[in-house]
Every structure is written in structure tokens, then in C-alpha cells.
């Protein structure tokens, strides 16, 4: 494998239409890129896409307006669109094994507030996962118009085992009888019980959603048990461990179908962005390929890794470990607040974020976590083999972070940029 210097790789020729053009615009696309090469992205919920997916996402399909949907539109020419978007459809519904899909949704928090648009109507109840437990905004926050139009009520994890207590999950369904129940967030390290939520959901008479936006990757490539049997709505977004384009999808069972389109559009959306659908056609079909399989459970051995070698370490990972993509490190033994970790590790190459951690006493933008994920280095072909490297650098770091100890951090950046340079990332053509 071909090795360069950093300073050595070479944008502009690669966009030139947009060099000539925008030089400005394109130095930054440019200089994300490059950054997006050097750096170790441990944020769970990125990725790197195909060079493929990147093509298809900045094609001509970007010129047509296709309000409506395949064989029924507003306009008028879309003898391609229609094939382009019933591409997308059948395949995600094949992958995920639901008798419907929708690939119209602008991303995660849209494709969410359809499924309320759907089902309730204002003021109905709501019953999600609590945001500084792991849950998502929209699945009923306070902030969040789901939990401003809607009334949210929140289930957590346990104190003693950081993982969700199903028993709380019932008895608040019982109490609090909700139209809706999520399953799912963005801080879970854990498995999704879906069938004990599919149980809860149907005592309660509820509409099942899973939220699969950060594994649907792992259950496309099988290393995460599938919520087709159960949920009535599974909701996703493209970009996360399933490695597309950024977007969203509503898969559903053939009776709720007709309700989630119409939410869609033309509830909730006007014309659907074509260019993104035809990514998601492509990094659907990338994601039924076996080499994605082998990804999905790389992800995942990747993440155990990570967390074993991090526990040897003295970090206090919540739920003791991972099942999955993420990891959830509470920071609070090391003596430094998330966010303070979080600056310091970007300086030193290592991109995750800042995150509450359960029963958190700090405030969300200063808050005692670190989330950390292995979908982008896995892309990238980072083995398993390196995740004690990975981990030192995080421990060294994070120490640093303590101490003001700049010069450690700016060991542990050259050293990142060596193991980066040894693993090219896909779909970067300047890297
Ligand atoms: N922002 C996403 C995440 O990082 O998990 C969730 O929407």
C-alpha cells in the first residue's frame, strides 16, 4: 500500500470545474478532505461513503423536481426519476425484509416527525427514551417539536447496569398509555430488545418505532438482530453505519404504509432530493454485498476491542462495554469534564464527540462523556490488531488533556497521521 507524506497529497484536479469557478469554495472542500484523511474519526454516527455513492450523489438528478410519488407525480418528465427512486424502494425493503419503504425523508429528525405527522395527533403521548440517557430529540424531547406538540414521557437505564430496564419500560406504557413507542437513540451500546418492546407495545395498543438510525448497518450486514418482525415503523437515516449518502428511509409494514407517505409528502415535505435518493440506491445495494456483511461484524469486533483495551486502561465505560458500534465513556474517574477530552483529542487528530452520560450531574454542552464509534476507522480497514494503539492514544491524551500537557498531544497528532496515511479512507480521491 502506498504510503505519501500528508503534505503530499494534491486536491483541485480532481474538481476542477469547481476550482475554476468557486477557488474559495473549493480550497475548503478540499481542505475537509484532506482533514477527513489525516484525522481518526471515532464519531459513531459518521462514516466514509463509496467513491461510488459520492458519484451518484452529485449527478443531474439534482435538476428534477418529483413531488409525489413513483407513477404518481406533480410533474411531469420523470421517466427516470420514477425507475431511480423504485430502485431505492425495492432494495431497502428486500434489505430490511418490510413490505414498504419510503426514501423521501430529508434525514433523521424529518423522517421522525413523520411517523408522528402519521399516527398522533397533537398533545397525544409519546413514550421514547430520555435524550441524556441515549435516547434522540426527537423522540419526544422537551426542546424538540416532538416533545413540544407531543407529550413525551421517558424511559432511561438502569443506574447499577446502565442498560434499559424493560420492567420500566412496561410499567411507564401502563401508566402513561402512549400512542407511540420508540425503541432506539443515539448513545445505546447495547442490543435493542425489539421483541420485549414489540410486547410492551402491544399490551399498551402503541405503534412500534425503531430507531435504528446508527445500526442500521450492523442489521443490514447481520452483526444486529433485525426489528422487521416487530416494530410497525423502522426509521433510519443512510449515513451512519450504513454508509450512504446523508438521508433518511421509513420502512413499514403494508397497513401503515399509505399513512407514512402521505406524512411525507405532502404532510411534512415537498419535492424529494432525487440526487440523494440515487445514493441510497447505490449504497443499498453496496450494503447486501457479503464484503459489507464482513464490515458490519468488523464494526463490531472493532468496538469490543476498543473497549476492552480502554477498560485496561481505568476508563469507566457505561454498561461495561459494547454489543455494537459505539462506545459511552464516562470521564469523571479520569478528571476531566467530555468536552475538555473531546478538544484535546481533535488536536490530536482524534475526531469523537462530547456526550452526557446517565444520571449526568454536568450540563449537556460540558458534560462528563465521550461517545466513541468504529464505523469510520473500519471503512478505512483498520483492523482490530490496532485498537490497543487507538486506545493508548485516547488514555495518553486524555491524561494530556488533565496535566495541559500540549506537547503529548502533538506526539500522539504525528503519530495518527502515520497510522491514517497506512489506511486510506474510501471515497477520498485526495487522500
Ligand atoms: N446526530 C446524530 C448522532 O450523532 O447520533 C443523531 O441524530
Known sequence: MAVQPSDARRPAQTRPALAGADPELAALVDAEERLQADTLRLIPSEN???????????????NKYSEGYPGKRYYEGQQVIDQVETLAVERAKALFGMDHANVQPYSGSPA????????????????GMSLPMGGHLTHGWGVSATGTWFRGVRYGVRRDTGR??????????????PKLIFCGGTAVPRVIDFAGFAEIAREVGAVLVADVAHIAGLIAGGAHPSPAPYADVVSTTTHKTLRGPRGAMLLTRAEHARAVDRAVFPGLQGGPHNQ??????????????ADFAAYAHQVV???????????????DLVSGG??????????????????????????????VNYNTVPYDPRKPFDPSGIRIGTPALTSRGIPSSEMGAVAQWIDLVVDA?????????SKVREEVRTMMDAYPAPGLPLA
Open 301 to 315: 469486533a472493532n468496538a469490543r476491542a476498543l473497549g476492552e483495551e480502554l477498560a485496561a486502561r481505568g476508563f
Open 276 to 289: 440523494t435518493t440515487a445514493a441510497i440506491a447505490v449504497a443499498l445495494k453496496e450494503a447486501a454485498g
Open 112 to 127: 421522525n416527525l413523520a411517523v408522528y405527522m402519521a399516527f398522533l395527533e397533537p398533545g397525544d403521548t409519546v413514550l
Open 164 to 177: 434499559i430496564d424493560l420492567d420500566e419500560v412496561r410499567d411507564l406504557a401502563r401508566a402513561e398509555r
Open 401 to 409: 488533556a488533565r496535566t495541559g500537557d500540549e506537547s503529548t498531544v
Open 48 to 62: 466514509y461513503v463509496s467513491a461510488a455513492v459520492l458519484e451518484a450523489s452529485g449527478t443531474v438528478l439534482q
Open 322 to 351: 459494547t454489543d455494537n458500534h459505539l462506545l459511552l465513556a464516562d470521564l469523571t474517574g479520569k478528571g476531566v469534564s467530555g468536552k475538555v477530552a473531546a478538544k484535546a483529542l481533535d488536536r490530536a487528530g482524534i475526531v
